[in-house]
């Protein structure tokens, strides 16, 4: 069974430029979450779907901070403009859900380092 | 007010002991889910271990147990036998509901150092 993928792996980009991210989940996968981790944190999620539709997005910095969900499978997630405190790794994970615990599985994340 | 709180920064342990990894939470809701992961340094997060919130017995997972006191809102990971491939960041996670559906919440994560 294929794994979460995530691209890219690395992104270096200027203060105020856009940067995307792309998800593609585990087949089957109806929840999807992208999480923000800052180095020496524990990952913060920005937005979390249930197929293509948002179940969470509290912490998402929405004047710069975009994300969607075509057809309930892959994802992706925009920063525009980018700012210094966006450097960090961002996780995408998928989930199947079960009663109990849907265990997430994660893909192998985007650094992004803003300069 | 924290959600999920994990006191130990680093913590170092003996090759062959085990170690205890504390965790505590908080929440209002009676149903949720509590989670521990291991981030190695090349990055990825691997899932350990589960413990439902009316699970009656600890989970365990061949070295991973997980010690649920319920009524001090604590869900500690214990590793038995440690190894040094051991070395990596845990997290503990738990999941409650929103709405219609979940959230999960992560703590700050303990760096466990294995030591030959």
């Known amino acids: 069974e294929a794994g979460v993928a995530q691209s890219p792996r690395y992104k270096i980009i200027e203060k105020r430029q856009s940067v995307a991210f792309w998800c593609n989940p585990i087949s089957g996968h109806a929840t999807l979450y992208w999480y923000q981790q800052i180095l020496g944190q524990g990952p913060k999620l920005l937005i979390q779907?249930?197929?293509?539709?948002?179940?969470?997005d509290s912490q998402l910095p929405k004047d710069r901070f975009s994300a969607e969900r075509l057809k309930g499978v892959d994802s992706t997630l925009k920063i525009q403009p980018a700012k210094l405190e966006d450097s960090a790794v961002y996780l995408c994970?998928?989930?199947?859900?079960?009663?109990?615990?849907?265990?997430?599985?994660f893909g192998p994340g985007t650094r992004l380092t803003v300069l | 007010a924290q959600k999920i709180t994990q006191t130990q920064p680093g913590m170092f342990v003996q090759e062959k002991e085990a170690v205890t990894l504390d965790c505590t939470y908080d929440t209002s809701d009676p149903s949720y889910g509590l989670f521990w992961y291991k981030q190695p340094s090349s990055g990825e997060m691997i899932f350990l271990i589960y413990?439902?919130?009316?699970?009656?017995q600890n989970a365990t997972e061949g070295r991973y147990s997980l010690n649920f006191q319920k009524a001090r809102k604590s869900a500690n990971l214990v590793i038995s036998a440690s190894q040094l491939g051991d070395s990596a960041m845990y997290f503990c996670a738990m999941r409650e509901g929103i709405g219609g559906g979940f959230k999960t919440i992560f703590g700050a994560g303990t760096r466990l150092f294995v030591k030959a």
């Open positions: 413990q439902g919130s009316y699970d009656q």
């Open positions: 994970a998928s989930s199947y859900p079960v009663e109990g615990g849907d265990e997430q599985f």
């Open positions: 779907f249930q197929n293509n539709g948002v179940v969470d």
